[in-house]
């Protein structure tokens, strides 16, 4: 990886809570927050639609559901069409997993190298935002949501636009029982803020709104 750690470094770019129904799940989490979504609207093609609020750091969260009349031959990303990550929204939304922002001098393949299983970047575009996505190859998640999917902006950020959240993301804890594996992914984060632990599969993200109150999701 020489060569390749010298052009390529990626920041996490925003966290993906996943619910089974939008406007339940915004309302449950904007509760939990203690602030409402500053944004958010449809994926076309893919059958999902959103919610964000802004975080700090040029970072974000995004809530997303599937929408009621999907198409069920779609396969969106996120895992959203696999029954057991439906299941896991009985009770509430669930954090899913994370995104990495690549910025970098090299090739799209060069960051791809730190994330195995992701397909190759898919273009989109949403009234002036546009980016491209590198999604795992099935549209599942990575790791059980421990790997980011990878994304690139070529517009606005949508922090650029989000209103003040007074949210700010104090860590991103990964748990993995070979945590080493974490190793030359997390070495090209170098302003975190991210935790790596070793244990059984999970993510984390602890919080804190404008009144300093900690709000972990998992």
């Not at 509760?31 to 970072?59: A, D, I, V, Y």
Request: aromatic share 6%.
């Amino acid at each position: 990886f020489g060569s390749i750690i010298a052009r390529v470094m990626l920041r996490v770019d925003h966290l993906v809570v996943g619910c089974a129904e939008l406007e339940r799940g915004a309302e449950w989490l904007s509760s939990k927050l203690e602030t409402e979504p500053g944004g958010g609207g449809e994926h076309r093609g893919f059958g999902t639609h959103n919610k964000l609020w802004r975080l700090n750091r040029g970072r974000y969260l995004e809530l997303i559901a599937l929408k009621p009349e999907h198409d069920k031959m779609c396969a969106p990303w996120f895992g959203l069409v696999d029954p057991v990550v439906q299941a896991s929204f009985s009770e509430r939304p669930r954090l899913l997993s994370w995104v990495a922002r690549a910025s970098n001098d090299g090739s799209d393949a060069e960051a791809l190298a730190f994330v195995s299983g992701l397909a190759s970047p898919i273009s989109i575009n949403r009234e002036e935002f546009k980016w491209r996505l590198a999604i795992e190859k099935n549209g599942g998640l990575c790791e059980q949501g421990i790997m980011p999917y990878l994304i690139w902006w070529d517009s606005t950020h949508p922090t650029e636009v989000l209103p003040e959240s007074g949210l700010s993301l104090a860590e991103l804890t990964l748990q993995l029982p070979d945590c080493s594996r974490l190793n030359t992914l997390t070495a090209q984060l170098p302003n975190g803020p991210i935790r790596v632990v070793c244990g059984d599969t999970a993510v984390r993200a602890t919080l804190r709104n404008r009144d300093g109150k900690v709000i972990v999701l998992d």
